[in-house]
């Protein structure tokens, strides 16, 4: 199984950025996904999530920004990044999981992970 980011990028304050994620070893199209970021020195949190289905999730300080997107038929995840601001600035990995009835961004709710990709934003 393999989750691999694209590079992230360096960008200023209202720029835009699109990160992407390639997905192999498994079916993808029966997982749900989900972007995830860790800034230095504080936890790592969920920041969109897409269904089986294409239905979508976002944390409410990235909502109207971002966008989280999937490719079936290619099994790549995207997360589109506008208006970026200098706090976006962290480590974002893609995960993917299959767990029954496991909403939300809990950890336990993803069985695998990309190695993460450096998004900075600078002001």
């Known amino acids: 199984v393999h989750l691999v980011e694209s590079e992230g990028g360096s960008v200023q304050a209202g720029g835009s950025l699109t990160l992407s994620c390639a997905a192999s070893?498994?079916?993808?199209?029966?997982?749900?996904m989900g972007w995830f970021r860790q800034a230095p020195g504080k936890e790592r949190e969920g920041v969109a999530r897409i269904g089986r289905d294409g239905s979508t999730d976002y944390a409410d300080s990235v909502k109207g920004r971002f966008t989280i997107s999937r490719d079936n038929t290619k099994s790549i995840l995207y997360l589109l990044m506008n208006s970026l601001k200098p706090e976006d600035t962290a480590i974002y990995s893609c995960?993917?999981?299959?767990?029954?009835?496991?909403?939300?961004?809990?950890?336990?709710?993803?069985?695998?992970w990309g190695q993460g990709a450096q998004v900075t934003v600078s002001s």
């Open positions: 070893g498994f079916t993808y199209s029966n997982y749900y």
């Open positions: 995960a993917a999981g299959a767990v029954p009835f496991c909403a939300g961004y809990r950890t336990a709710c993803f069985n695998y």
